[in-house]
């Protein structure tokens, strides 16, 4: 892509479209509305927080990302979405029980106002969920054109100048590619026929993409990860990225799995359990809906460790990725990690991670982070795949043909790169030679 001569800037009210108001949905939304109220810090968002290097190390010149790009202002966020449940945005975050009640108190008539639409739901996707709030159709081609006119009506009622839509819905059990998601036309073809390998978080995919909004996905499942709506973004000008967020496990393991690699230590067990008891703990109870987690979860360490180059390293690496469902902890997760490694002469050592950690606390500043940057790339005319956002999601969808990159340190080196890139600034290669000529 070449570099954009000027980017439009963030005029009028963007529209945020969720899909599922649930934990990290209206810890997301909530948040966001006790910062603008000063009440809280944005911490965790690169956007409201990070600051990007430009030039040489000796220039002094470090502006924080929100003042170097474009971005929306929080002020003009304006929140939507769907749920099967009908509580509106307050009674979903009383019940996700992640945001403090004196705090969400505070911000309760700007989270009450947020009713949630009729959902595109079908069991057959969550085993584990069931919920009054749900459409009807005779097709899933009826389901999808019924988004479509919730999408425009949420556009027109908030007289929003731009949407971004991102689905935080509950974990789909673990789809594969098949021929109706190979085409566009066969995609079309299969939402009249109802075709049962198009999940409902496909029908907001398409719907959203349709439209030429940009969508993210922060769950594992299939969603807009097919080439059919690969070709459809390309043609409408949506912007892409997903799966999965990486939040609390993966994110350490991408930032551990580097360093070993780096220092050339084998690994030869990675035993990773969770323990978490919050309604996404519930549905991942289901062994379908695990395995679509599980496949996510698995995929980092065989990317990043290479174990095709480094043999004897890392090619006898038993990783195991367990989740237990225990509700006395809620959203409070916590996971254990137990790292087999071996030093000179393939010594034996142990490393163990043990992360208390909030499952939406760590979500939400990635969602605010996606929205804005999705906007962005909208605004600067990138559409499809956004390989630069991968530093979010622990199975970033990338092009046909190539891996994905894994490593959290290449991963925001590449999202400043793209920024510098889309701001005609020179990209950091860190090579560094000219300070000592
Ligand atoms: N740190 C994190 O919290 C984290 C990290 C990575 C991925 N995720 C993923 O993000 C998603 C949301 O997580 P959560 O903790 O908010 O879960 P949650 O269960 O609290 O919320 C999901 C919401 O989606 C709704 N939903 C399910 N199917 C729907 C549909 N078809 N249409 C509309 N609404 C639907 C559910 O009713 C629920 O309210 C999950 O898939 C989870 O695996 C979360």
């Known amino acids: 892509m070449k570099i954009p001569d000027d980017i439009a800037p963030p005029r009028g009210r963007l529209g945020v479209l969720l899909v599922g108001l649930g934990a990290v949905s209206t810890t997301f939304i909530a948040g966001v509305h006790a910062i603008r109220r000063g009440l809280a810090a944005p911490t965790g968002s690169l956007t409201q927080l990070g600051t990007i290097r ?20 929080l002020d003009d966020l304006v929140f939507g979405g769907w749920d099967i449940f009908e509580d509106n945005g307050y009674e979903a975050a009383r019940k996700a029980q992640v945001i403090q009640p004196d705090l969400l108190e505070r911000v309760r008539p700007d989270m009450e106002g ?81 075709d049962a390998a198009i999940p409902s978080s496909m029908i907001y995919a398409y719907a959203a993409i349709r439209e030429g909004i940009p969508y993210a996905n922060a769950a594992p499942n299939l969603s807009a990860d097919v080439p059919a709506l690969e070709e459809l973004a390309q043609a409408t000008g949506a912007p892409l990225a997903g799966k999965d967020l990486k939040t609390g496990q993966t994110l ?12 050339l230590l084998g690994v030869n067990g990675w035993y990773s359990t969770n323990i978490l008891g919050n309604r996404d703990g519930e549905v991942l109870d289901d062994p379908e809906s695990f395995r679509t987690k599980e496949e996510s979860k698995k995929s980092v360490l065989d990317h990043i460790l290479q174990p095709e180059l480094y043999p004897g390293l890392y090619d006898d690496l038993h990783h195991v990725v367990r989740i237990n469902y225990y509700p006395p902890r809620g959203d409070n997760k916590e996971g254990w990690d137990n790292i087999d490694l071996l030093g000179w002469l393939d010594y034996p050592m142990q490393l163990k991670i043990n992360f208390l950690c909030r499952d939406s606390i ?63 600034e020179e990209l950091i290669t860190h090579l560094g030679l000219e300070y000592y000529d």
């Open 54 to 73: 430009l030039g040489k190390r000796t220039d002094g010149r470090s502006p924080r990302i929100r003042d170097f790009v474009p971005l929306a202002a």
């Open 114 to 194: 947020i009713e949630p639409m009729p959902a595109v739901f079908d069991r057959h996707y969550v085993k584990k969920l069931d919920g009054p709030n749900v459409k009807t159709g005779r097709s899933k081609r009826e389901l999808a054109e019924q988004v479509i006119a919730d999408i425009r009506r949420f556009r027109a009622e908030h007289q929003l100048d731009r949407l971004v839509m991102i689905w935080c819905g509950s974990t789909e059990i673990f789809l594969e590619e098949t021929p109706v998601h190979a085409s566009l036309a066969a995609l079309e073809r299969g939402l009249e026929t109802s």
């Open 252 to 263: 350490m393991k991408t930032m551990i799995a580097p360093g070993l690699k780096a220092r």
């Open 362 to 424: 760590l979500a939400a500043p990635i969602v605010l982070d996606l929205v804005l940057l999705l906007d962005l790339a909208k605004r600067v005319g990138m559409n499809g795949i956004q390989e630069w956002l991968s530093f979010y999601f622990k199975s970033p969808i990338h092009a046909r043909g190539l891996y994905p990159e894994h490593d959290l340190f290449i991963q925001l080196m590449k999202l400043k790169n793209t920024l510098r890139y889309l701001r005609g």
